[in-house]
């Protein structure tokens, strides 16, 4: 493990050492790679990246197309062809806003259920395999340490990024 001298500029020198914020997304990169290859090889090899942004946490199910973009921090014409990917696919479909008779909400078919249970099932093995690789201690301290960070960095229910009254408010 590496031990800095938080009272050191080596210790923050982005040339001698990655970010906090770069070894995150290398970390997210590795194991999304792994999740991608898995569900390719379950069959469901249609699926691009882009798709994965649609389907990742808190999910799609019962979401207007308007909130998923908002979520993305996209346009609802930069959703729409991914959407419409989807549901060609089977993955899913979109009923009418029972809130709203005038909108329109995604939701799952029974092959978009099975795709997420295979994407669960494999998050699920990634992190037993992460938990095996850093010990059960240092596994433990890792989540703890990310839920911090979440935590102080709220999604609203319409995907809108918060920050919680007495942090810091950075945006991650």
Do not use: C
């Not at 770069?22 to 970390?27: I, K, S, V």
């Amino acid at each position: 493990m590496v031990m800095y001298d938080m009272s050191s500029d080596d210790a923050f020198d982005p040339l001698t050492q990655p970010r906090i914020a770069a070894l995150l997304r290398m970390a997210h990169e590795a194991t999304q790679d792994l999740l991608y290859q898995h569900v390719a090889d379950a069959g469901y090899g249609d699926l691009r990246p882009a798709h994965f942004r649609l389907l990742r946490f808190p999910g799609i199910d019962g979401t207007r197309p308007t909130d998923l973009a908002q979520r993305l921090e996209t346009s609802k014409q930069a959703v729409n062809p991914l959407l419409n990917d989807l549901e060609a696919w089977g993955y899913v479909e979109r009923l009418p806003d029972p809130d709203d008779g005038r909108g329109r909400v995604v939701a799952l078919t029974s092959r978009g259920h099975e795709l997420m249970w295979s994407i669960r099932r494999r998050h699920a093995e990634i992190e037993r395999d992460l938990a095996a690789q850093l010990g059960p201690e240092a596994f433990a301290t890792l989540q703890d340490a990310l839920r911090v960070i979440t935590e102080q960095h709220r999604v609203s229910p319409k995907g809108k990024h918060e920050a919680v009254p007495g942090t810091t408010g950075v945006k991650l």
